[in-house]
């Protein structure tokens, strides 16, 4: 299994970025998909997840509105759309999923600073 994150970046408050994460060594479209973030010093916490046909989608009241998730099963690629971005958006980014185990890729960075 391997999970690849990229997109992460220095963004201003109010700025916008896509996140996404490539997956393989599994199969891909038969597992629900997770963003997750954590920031210094803070516990990882589940931002979205979306189902493995990609037609219902959760979020975290903290992100709901300002963040989407999607998913290209052709491509076996998980996105993360992030508008309107704040200072406690500001977290290392990881996607994932659970297979009895959960997996991880080794995430990226998302700073929002002025």
């Known amino acids: 299994v391997q999970l690849v994150e990229s997109g992460g970046g220095l963004v201003q408050p109010g700025g916008s970025l896509r996140l996404s994460c490539a997956a393989s060594g599994f199969t891909f479209s038969s597992y629900g998909m997770r963003w997750y973030r954590q920031a210094p010093g803070k516990e990882r916490e589940l931002v979205a997840h979306i189902t493995s046909a990609g037609n219902t989608t959760r979020y975290a009241d903290s992100v709901k509105g300002r963040f989407t998730i999607s998913r290209d099963n052709a491509k076996n690629t998980v996105y993360l759309q992030m508008d309107s971005l704040k200072f406690e958006d500001t977290a290392m980014y990881y996607c994932?999923?659970?297979?009895?185990?959960?997996?991880w890729g080794k995430g990226t960075l998302v700073t929002v600073s002025s």
């Open positions: 994932g999923f659970l297979n009895g185990v959960a997996y």
